[in-house]
């Protein structure tokens, strides 16, 4: 039982390029999360999936994209990545939304130069 | 606007002795409050929670409290051991709501 993994753990981009950072559980979750953590700004919500074949737009969604693959499965793609998107990506899953805890991922360094 | 917000970026607290990390909330809709744990290169993981129909959970040696009237939640350590030296963050969320909604966290350090 692995919970919460995402791939990579690191990735350096060039500003323009482009990536798909990876997520997946394994707990039978209805609702993903993707977060990014800055310093002193804690876990901002960029996008979520409250079920299998809906995504909704966080508190920070400009510049990302998201795709709810399958139930396990939840994308987070920079089209056009940013300096002002070097951040720390966590991805999150809760057996449904809402007053539920989250189990998070080990996190995705990203550094966009 | 910050609607969870955690004012004390950090704090230092000796082996032994009570922490006290405090949070504060503007948003009355909210129902349901979480702590997390982060520890570095990690994850956060959950601590404790609590509904808004209480004004205090424990669990081992963590206590929340809430005082809905002051829009206020502290988590209490104690005794505090050296592995509790982490990152803390504050977090709350409405029964209807499909997200939680963080703090900015405090650095919690435990020193000998």
């Known amino acids: 039982n692995a919970g919460v993994t995402q791939t990579p753990k690191f990735q350096v981009l060039k500003t323009g390029q482009s990536m798909t950072l990876q997520c997946a559980q394994d707990m039978n979750h209805n609702s993903m999360y993707w977060y990014r953590q800055d310093p002193g700004m804690g876990l901002r919500l960029i996008y979520y999936s409250a079920s299998e074949g809906t ?59 | 606007d910050q609607q969870v917000k955690q004012n004390s970026p950090s704090l230092s607290v000796q082996e032994g002795r009570i922490s006290i990390l405090n949070c504060d909330y503007t948003n009355s809709m909210f129902d349901y409050f979480l702590w997390y744990k982060k520890y570095p290169a990690e994850g956060p993981t959950f601590l404790i929670s609590i509904s808004s129909i209480k004004d205090k959970n424990e669990d081992g040696r963590f206590t929340v409290f809430l005082n809905k009237s002051a829009k206020h939640l502290s988590l209490h350590i104690v005794p505090s051991q050296p592995g509790d030296s982490a990152v803390y963050f504050c977090a709350a969320s409405t029964r209807s709501a499909s997200k939680i909604i963080f703090g900015s966290g405090t650095r919690l350090s435990i020193r000998p």
């Open chain 1, 55 to 113: 995504t909704d737009k966080g508190e920070v969604p400009n510049g990302y994209n998201v795709s709810r693959l399958n139930k396990r499965e939840f994308s987070l793609r920079l089209e056009s990545a940013a300096p002002s998107q070097t951040s720390v990506y966590f991805c999150a899953s809760s057996a449904d939304r809402g007053m539920y805890e989250q189990y998070f991922g080990p996190g995705t360094r990203l550094t966009v130069t």
